[in-house]
Antibody, heavy 121, light 107 residues
Framework: QVQLQESGPGLVKPSQTLSLTCSLSGVSIDTFGYYWNWVRQFPGKGLEWLGYIHHSGSTYYNPFFTTRVSISRDKSKNQFSLSLTSVTAADTAVYYC?????????????WGRGTLVTVSS | IVLAQSPDTLSLSPGERATLSCRASHNVNSNYLAWYQQKPGQAPRLLIFGASSRATGTPDRVSGSGSGADFTLTISRLEPEDFAVYYCQQYGSSPWTFGQGTKVEIK
C-alpha cells in the first residue's frame, strides 16, 4: 500500500528557508513511471503546485517559483525533500507531497496527510 | 491556465443531483482535467482524471464530462459522504493549476 508522510518544522521565521521531507512506503522513489510532487494549500483553501522530482532524479518546477524552490531526493532513505527560500507570511500553508504517474492517470493519485507550516517571527 | 469553478457553494439535499462546473481560460491540452474531493482535515482525493475516467474507488454515481475549456462533474444522487469541497485541476500545461473549489453543503 502506497503511503506518503510529510515531516518538518511547523514554524519558520520570515526570510529563512522552509525545509520539508516526504517519506515513502509501499513504493520505491526510483520506480519507473512516477513524479513526486509538492503541493500546498493556503488557509483560504486555494491549492498550488510547486514542482516535482522524476523517478530519474530530474526536477521540474512551477515557473513562478524557480528562483526559490528546490526538490531533491535521498534514495537510501526513500525520501524526497522540498526547500523554499526567503519565505514570507504568504508562504503559510499546509504542504502536501503527492504522486503522479507519467502515463495513464497523470493526476495526483496518492497524497500525504499534509503538514502545516506557519511563517512568523 | 486559470480554472474558474462555479458555483462557489451548492446547497442540496441527499438524493438530489449535483452539477459542478469548471471553466478554463484556455483549452486544456488532451483534456488533462482532474476532479478531487476534499473533506475537512484531509488531503484531496482523486475522483476523476482525463476529464471522464473514474479513479479507483470512485462510485458510479460520480461522473465527469466535457472537453476543451468546459468541464462538468456530476453526482447523480447525493449520499451523505458526498458533502465536501470539490476541486478541478488541469495537468495539460505548466504550471499545473487548480480551480478555487466548490463546496457542496447540506441544505
Amino acid at each position: 500500500q502506497v503511503q506518503l508522510q510529510e515531516s518538518g518544522p511547523g514554524l519558520v521565521k520570515p526570510s529563512q528557508t522552509l525545509s520539508l521531507t516526504c517519506s515513502l512506503s509501499g513504493v520505491s522513489i526510483d520506480t519507473f513511471g512516477y513524479y513526486w510532487n509538492w503541493v500546498r494549500q493556503f488557509p483560504g483553501k486555494g491549492l498550488e503546485w510547486l514542482g516535482y522530482i522524476h523517478h530519474s532524479g530530474s526536477t521540474y518546477y512551477n515557473p513562478f517559483f524557480t528562483t526559490r524552490v528546490s526538490i531533491s531526493r535521498d534514495k537510501s532513505k526513500n525520501q524526497f525533500s522540498l526547500s523554499l527560500t526567503s519565505v514570507t507570511a504568504a508562504d503559510t500553508a499546509v504542504y502536501y507531497c503527492a504522486r503522479t504517474m507519467t502515463t495513464v492517470i497523470k493526476a495526483f493519485d496518492y497524497w500525504g496527510r499534509g503538514t502545516l507550516v506557519t511563517v512568523s517571527s | 491556465i486559470v480554472l474558474a469553478q462555479s458555483p462557489d457553494t451548492l446547497s442540496l439535499s441527499p438524493g438530489e443531483r449535483a452539477t459542478l462546473s469548471c471553466r478554463a481560460s484556455h483549452n486544456v491540452n488532451s483534456n488533462y482535467l482532474a476532479w478531487y474531493q476534499q473533506k475537512p482535515g484531509q488531503a484531496p482525493r482523486l475522483l476523476i482524471f482525463g476529464a471522464s475516467s473514474r479513479a479507483t474507488g470512485t462510485p458510479d454515481r460520480v461522473s465527469g464530462s466535457g472537453s476543451g475549456a468546459d468541464f462538468t462533474l456530476t453526482i447523480s444522487r447525493l449520499e451523505p459522504e458526498d458533502f465536501a469541497v470539490y476541486y478541478c485541476q488541469q495537468y495539460g500545461s505548466s504550471p499545473w493549476t487548480f480551480g478555487q473549489g466548490t463546496k457542496v453543503e447540506i441544505k
